[in-house]
Nanobody
Framework: QVQLVESGGGLVQAGGSLRLSCAAS????????MGWYRQAPGKQRELVAR?????TTNYADSVKGRFTISRAKNTVYLQMNSLKPEDTAVYYC?????????????WGQGTQVTVSS
């Protein structure tokens, strides 16, 4: 089992920055990848950024060049710069652990990010 606790959301003006943090506890040795997803009202949850155990990262096209994901020990960060109103969403931390040929996904409780124009 993995527990995830997020922090760092809030209200910011367009063009501003925020940093999200997600601390993992429990079976952290089994985590293969961690990431951030977001869900805006009326939309499906989407991947924002993901980082694997070996440091490989991938980003949604909409955030490339503006967001940076990083990981230190059991914490993953999402540095968000040049924020836009369309970045407004609930952001969820995710951790993946192997289960057979697939994965088990763990989720944080979500943190609201609101970008005003």
């Amino acid at each position: 089992q993995v527990q995830l606790v997020e922090s760092g959301g809030g209200l910011v003006q367009a063009g501003g920055s925020l940093r999200l943090s997600c601390a993992a506890s429990g079976s952290i040795f089994s985590i293969n990848a961690m990431g951030w997803y977001r869900q805006a009202p009326g939309k499906q949850r989407e991947l924002v950024a993901r980082i694997t155990r070996d440091g490989t990262t991938n980003y949604a096209d909409s955030v490339k060049g503006r967001f940076t994901i990083s990981r230190a020990k059991n914490t993953v960060y999402l540095q968000m710069n040049s924020l836009k109103p369309e970045d407004t969403a609930v952001y969820y931390c995710n951790a993946e652990t192997p289960k057979g040929l697939g994965v088990t996904n763990y989720w944080g409780q979500g943190t609201q990010v609101t970008v005003s124009s």
